[in-house]
């Protein structure tokens, strides 16, 4: 053991110092960074982490030229009668030079790893950027970042050629333990390099072993955590679901321009319901995404109880904490690192009492059914107690709009059934407008009382769920709806409409409008006859079925006996006890289109 304990000492010093500076340059570039989408990316991106590729002496060198006397810094602090070279402010300098891309990088990789819907939840409920970064981004990323600031202290304290240029070699004032280690070996002190060697290995070694321990015993008590108190403490429950007092309802006119799809929609709704059904890619969750002011429409308005969200002529774009909109997302975006109470909690107002809070928290579980799982946290949580929870958080923030979007795809088949009723009861008494996003045709007929059919960012119908699916006004609507059968029509008489693709002429009881293209019937909608006595009735031949657990999907073809299993002209949906019935029956079969079932179309 060498006499002169001062490489350590100053290894130590220079190494925290640096650390400390880097954790907040690293943090800072690196959140910078996320969100920066200029030309010059590439280009910073590059600089900020060249001190890891370059050979360190080369940075050394740079700083060297930098600080020195004729040097841009060093001519700015030479008034001050500060000295960088040769002093151990030049070997911390050094250390946070060629620590900083450690840090920065794994803090930009714990940041880029966080799920951004998180974020624009966050901002719904009321969250300003600094709230969201400090509530919830530094949360998330914490791991990420003692990670990388353990890294960046262990590259600090092991910095040699660029402290070396510009600190040099001064025992007692700037030399290290890696340049006591250095000149040990050319001076022949095997021994004391042979130490200095054990010290900085034990010292960084134990650093990083510690982080991975830290980290390992977190994520055990993370799952393994589940409290239950049981009862909740007792209180006066007020009322869960809040309304907004002013009902003038929700005006959207906007225009989304995006590479390869042009969202083009207007509509206005009130205090109801209002489902937005179409296809993957129709423009849907879109829009609800420019109401929240999560995307921004390229042009348009967005009004909501008379307060202007979005106005593109006036230069207006409220932020999203400012929209008072709830937003229910398809994987809930339920904070993990929050418990159920926390969850819920997080867009209350701020300055609530803390009982206040209390209370509400305890009334949103009741309504939800949740109680007693506050403490809990969301991965210890099924599926639906999520989405219930999500749904409790957007509730309790007292929005004026509730946005849904598709909050039942991540669930299975009979758990959706239960929680589907539930959530339809809870819009029936929320006197606020909800829009409800769904590409299921049944879900959204039972949630929604008015649709809005979208197709490639356009809007195709807009009325009552009845209108949408009695009367579709397109083809394209027509099977958004579930409609499988289409001919093309014209009108022969004024009761009488030939339908060309299957070959027939069909009766109708009023006058049809010659303003039609299609005429059409639902699968489920087609009755079999026994004889052809019967108006619209044909004889058919059964080409093919198709089964699901209760129902028949059979093919049909008209007139005439198939000739493979694609030459068919119908398909007809009954139930399997009906089937059992008509299935040993001689063909041909007689299929009747009755008039009143019948759908014309442009």
Not at 416 to 425: F, G, K, P, T, W
Request: with cysteine; glycine share 8%.
């Amino acid at each position: 053991m060498p006499f002169d304990l001062s490489p350590l000492w100053i290894s130590l010093k220079t190494a925290l110092i640096a650390t400390f500076f880097t954790f907040f340059m690293g943090i800072g570039a690196a959140y910078w960074m996320l969100g920066y989408r200029g030309k010059l990316k590439s280009l910073i991106e590059g600089f900020f982490v060249s001190p890891l590729i370059l050979p360190p002496t080369v940075v050394g060198f740079l700083l060297l030229l930098l600080f020195g006397k004729n040097g841009f810094i060093g001519k700015l602090i030479e008034p001050l009668n500060i000295s960088i070279l040769f002093t151990w402010y030049g070997a911390a300098i050094a250390a946070v030079v060629v620590s900083f891309p450690l840090m920065y990088k794994t803090a930009l990789g714990a940041f880029a790893q966080i799920d951004i819907r998180l974020l624009q939840v966050a901002r719904t409920l009321g969250a300003s950027e600094w709230t969201g970064f400090w509530l919830v981004t530094l949360p998330l990323a914490l791991p990420g970042i003692i990670a990388g600031t353990t890294l960046a202290f262990a590259r600090a304290l092991g910095e040699f050629g660029a402290t070396l240029m510009l600190a040099g070699n001064i025992p007692g004032q700037t030399q290290t333990i890696p340049m006591a280690i250095y000149f040990a070996v050319e001076a022949g002190a095997i021994d004391e390099a042979g130490f200095w060697s054990l010290v900085i290995i034990v010292t960084s070694l134990s650093g990083i072993i510690g982080v991975n321990f830290w980290q390992e015993l977190h994520k055990q008590k993370r799952k393994g955590k589940r409290k239950n108190n049981g009862k909740l403490d007792e209180c006066i429950l007020i009322n869960a679901i809040h309304f907004p007092s002013n009902h003038d309802g929700l005006i959207v006119d906007i225009e989304k321009k995006l590479p390869g799809f042009d969202l083009q929609v207007s509509f206005a709704t009130h205090n109801e319901t209002l489902g937005l059904l179409g296809g993957s890619g129709a423009g849907k969750s879109m829009i609800l995404r420019c109401i929240a002011g999560i995307e921004t429409p390229t042009k348009g308005q967005i009004i909501l109880n008379g307060r202007v969200l979005f106005d593109s002529q006036r230069g207006i774009n409220l932020p999203s904490r400012d929209r008072r909109v709830g937003l229910l997302v398809q994987n809930y975006a339920l904070f993990p690192h929050m418990t159920v109470g926390q969850n819920i909690a997080f867009g209350l107002p701020k300055q609530l009492s803390k009982s206040a809070i209390k209370q509400e928290i305890a009334s949103q579980l009741m309504v939800m059914q949740l109680e007693g799982l506050s403490d809990r946290y969301p991965h210890q949580l099924s599926g639906g107690q999520q989405q219930r929870v999500a749904l409790a958080r957007a509730l309790a923030s007292q929005p004026e709009a509730l946005l849904l979007d598709e909050p039942f795809s991540a669930l299975d088949t009979h758990l959706r059934s239960q929680l589907e009723q539930q959530m339809i009861s809870i819009l029936g008494e929320y006197q606020g407008i909800s829009l409800f996003v769904s590409h299921n045709m049944e879900e959204a007929y039972r949630v929604c009382p008015n649709l809005l059919v979208m197709e490639h960012g356009k809007e195709v119908h807009h009325g009552s769920r009845y209108e949408v699916f009695q009367h579709p006004n397109t083809v394209s609507v027509a099977k958004l709806t579930g409609c499988k059968n289409f001919s093309r029509a014209f009108m022969r008489q004024s009761q009488t409409v030939e339908a060309v693709d299957w070959n027939c002429d069909l009766q109708v009881k009023e006058p049809t409008h010659n303003s039609f293209a299609y005429v059409a019937i639902r699968a489920h909608q087609i009755t079999f006859k026994d004889t052809l006595a019967r108006e619209n009735t044909f004889p058919c031949w059964l080409v093919r079925t198709s089964e699901t657990p209760h129902r028949m999907t059979l093919f049909l073809k008209l007139h005439s006996p198939p000739h493979n299993e694609q030459d068919y002209h119908l398909q007809a949906e009954i139930f399997k006890e009906k089937w059992i019935r008509i299935r040993d029956n001689p063909l041909p079969w007689y299929v009747c289109l009755e008039s009143t079932r019948l759908m014309f179309m442009a």
